[in-house]
């Protein structure tokens, strides 16, 4: 055994003695030791996250914090062999606690999703009309999420799909309104039909009575 490979082994067992001695899960370390430095200035460069790379030990990086000058920091989780699953459960109870997605102010965001597809993802989301579900519209949006990454004309096509969910929205609301208009026009209907028959039947009592009154004035006493 070569000398790398006999301290990668002390360093391993001295590892391995601390995890057994301290009942530990997984040793937490920041991912650097020192102050990160802005673009342009110079310093020490010394970072601390090589310990599982030096042991092959499986860890985790995850976001931190940020200082004052809006830098940020991580943090590495590892854990012994085999413990894969163990270490992954910490690092989700980690990131449910400590949920840190901000990007720093002096790193733009690399990957700026269009507008139409944020649009479409509120669509597909909020379906909630058995018409949707049932239809080709959500189909064709489930086919054009699965072939995002090799689509060239991503902006265009989800117009075209958001353009497609106001028509089905639309037609939607037409079925459940139209059955209602017709009730409602139907009953108009048929009320001012009865309507007009008591109407006729009140005219021609009226008209009766008259007739009735008159004939007996006529008669000689």
């Known amino acids: 055994m070569d ?5 990668k082994s002390e360093y391993r067992n001295y590892l391995t003695k601390i995890y057994r001695e301290k009942e530990l899960d997984v040793i937490m370390y920041p991912t650097t030791k020192n102050k990160l430095l802005k673009s342009g200035q110079t310093g020490l ?3 601390s996250a090589h310990a599982s790379s030096t042991v092959n030990y499986p860890a985790i990086s995850m976001p931190l914090g940020f200082d004052k000058d809006n830098l940020p920091y991580g943090i590495e989780f590892m854990s012994l062999n085999n413990d894969d699953n163990n270490l992954l459960n910490i690092a989700k109870i980690y990131e449910s606690i400590n949920y840190n997605n901000n990007l720093p102010q002096n790193a733009p965001n690399l990957y700026a999703i269009d507008k139409e597809v944020n649009i479409l993802i509120d669509n597909y989301k909020n379906k ?3 018409i949707l579900l049932k239809s080709d519209w959500s189909k ?3 086919k054009f999420f699965k072939n995002y990454n090799e689509n ?3 902006s265009n096509d989800a117009k075209m799909l958001n353009k497609q969910f106001k028509k089905l929205v639309l037609f939607s609301y037409l079925i459940r309104i139209i059955p209602i208009i017709l009730l409602y026009l139907i009953n108009k209907f048929f009320f001012k039909r009865k309507k007009s028959k008591k109407q006729i039947l009140r005219r021609k009592i009226f008209n009766d009575r008259i007739y009735t009154n008159r004939k007996r004035k006529r008669m000689p006493r």
């Open 140 to 142: 064709k949006v489930k």
């Open 128 to 130: 909630k009309n058995k």
């Open 152 to 154: 060239k004309n991503v």
């Open 3 to 7: 000398e790398k490979n006999k301290l």
């Open 45 to 47: 460069v010394n970072l």
